[in-house]
């Protein structure tokens, strides 16, 4: 059996963003740039994309969306554009939160090296960013507030509404790197008063390198490299078309199932989560009630998570530790050190993150396989073996 569980680092192509891309890899191929009518149909089909995009998210016009090579890419534009649009009025300070992704994390020491003054607030242990923290850092001169949407490794829902209205009362702007949020939660980006909103096709069952960003009328974006007039000239660089069109007919198709969805992996990973808080020494990393459906985030004391994961992997089941770009460092997880967990757990960390695609089959096997793993490298702890003696199968 092979169970991939590991929907946190990138999500299986749908069938439906496939379809709608096959056209563009065979005839429909024209630059979409070019003036003839095969280059205008491709423009036309973009724009509709577009829209597409700004409807799901609540956005008034089309034109407020970007295209970009992804969330990365998005996040470094949200960042410096407003980075920039402070510093022509003399608003030098960024408020944001220690938990963020690397994009956003590496993007403010950028600024700070550029004389930006960067105020990280701790979330809470709940993996939660209190609102009232981030009203008590907002100063004169703070032109940008960042907070993500939910978070990639703990999955934590942060209250994006409410620090949305304290920025717009203050007149700052605000950003919101919501990778893990778009096709799984309901956003309105005027609703929740978010004027600049980062997002990636693979996190919702669409191609890998392709994104966007939303940013309100009004928020003028600053190009990162140089070249033609493709997005507005805020995005230079022939459109990756058939990504764009997989994008669109992804997040649709998501929206489309948006509850139906949202009620079966939870489903799933409630009977996933149960089960495995139920072995000894183990915790829940983050919030239960405001948290991303699909997301577990599991330790348990006296085993590395390492040899966890190639157990399980063994097995065929795909998991990992945290966040996929961190795995080649040997530093423990900035986000689970900022919400106070303690090294021991946070060596023995599990991510298990369900999608769509999962099944019932493949829940029960998740479970018995990560109940036995566990058993079985804590056999190998002394430390574990000494104060646990009658709780393990093992014991010797
Ligand atoms: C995956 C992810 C990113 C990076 O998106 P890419 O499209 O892979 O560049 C940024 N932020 C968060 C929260 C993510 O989960």
Not at 1 to 11: G, H, K, L, Q, S
Not at 231 to 248: D, F, H, Q, W, Y
Not at 340 to 349: A, L, M, N, Q
Request: aromatic share 6%; proline share 3%.
């Amino acid at each position: 059996m092979y169970v991939y569980a590991d929907n946190a680092a990138t999500t299986k192509l749908s069938e439906a963003a496939k379809a709608a891309m096959l056209p563009y890899f065979d005839e429909l191929y024209a630059n979409p740039s070019s003036i003839h009518s095969s280059g205008q149909r491709i423009k036309d089909d973009i724009n509709c994309a577009r829209q597409t995009v700004a409807d799901v998210i609540g956005a008034a016009q089309a034109n407020e969306i970007t295209f970009t090579s992804g969330g990365t890419e998005s996040d470094n534009q949200a960042l410096l554009s407003a980075a920039a649009l402070g510093a022509e009025r003399g608003k030098k300070h960024i408020i944001s939160s220690s938990f963020e992704h690397h994009a956003v994390l590496h993007t403010l020491n950028k600024l700070k090296k550029q004389g930006f003054e960067i105020t990280l607030i701790t979330p809470e242990p709940n993996g939660i960013v209190s609102t009232e923290k981030v009203a008590a850092k907002i100063r004169e001169d703070t032109a940008l507030v960042s907070i993500m949407y939910a978070n990639n490794e703990v999955g934590t829902i942060q209250p994006i509404s409410e620090i949305g209205a304290i920025c717009r009362k203050n007149g700052v702007l605000f950003h919101t790197d919501a990778v893990q949020a778009v096709g799984h939660l309901f956003i309105d980006v005027q609703k929740q008063n978010i004027d600049l909103l980062s997002f990636s096709a693979h996190k919702f069952h669409g191609p890998k390198g392709v994104g966007g960003l939303y940013a309100r009328r009004g928020t003028a974006l600053s190009r990162l490299i140089e070249g033609g007039g493709q997005e507005k000239s805020r995005r230079p660089g022939t459109e990756n078309v058939p990504g764009i069109i997989g994008l669109a007919a992804a997040v649709k198709e998501a929206y489309k199932n948006i509850d139906k969805d949202y009620l079966y992996i939870l489903s799933l990973r409630d009977k996933i989560l149960n089960s495995l808080l139920a072995i000894p020494g183990s915790r829940l990393n983050g919030d239960l009630q405001n948290r991303l459906p699909g997301n577990i985030s599991i330790s348990f004391e006296g085993l590395d998570s390492e040899s966890l994961i190639l157990l399980l992997d063994n097995k065929g089941i795909s998991v990992s530790n945290g966040s996929a770009c961190n795995s080649t460092s040997t530093q423990p997880s900035h986000v689970l050190r900022s919400i106070g967990v303690s090294k021991e757990y946070i060596r023995g960390t599990l991510r298990i993150t369900l999608g769509r695609y999962n099944t019932e089959e493949e829940a029960d096997y998740i479970i018995a396989n990560v109940i036995e793993s566990v058993n079985y490298l804590r056999s190998f702890s002394p430390v574990w073996k000494d104060s646990h003696k009658e709780e393990s199968p093992y014991a010797v």
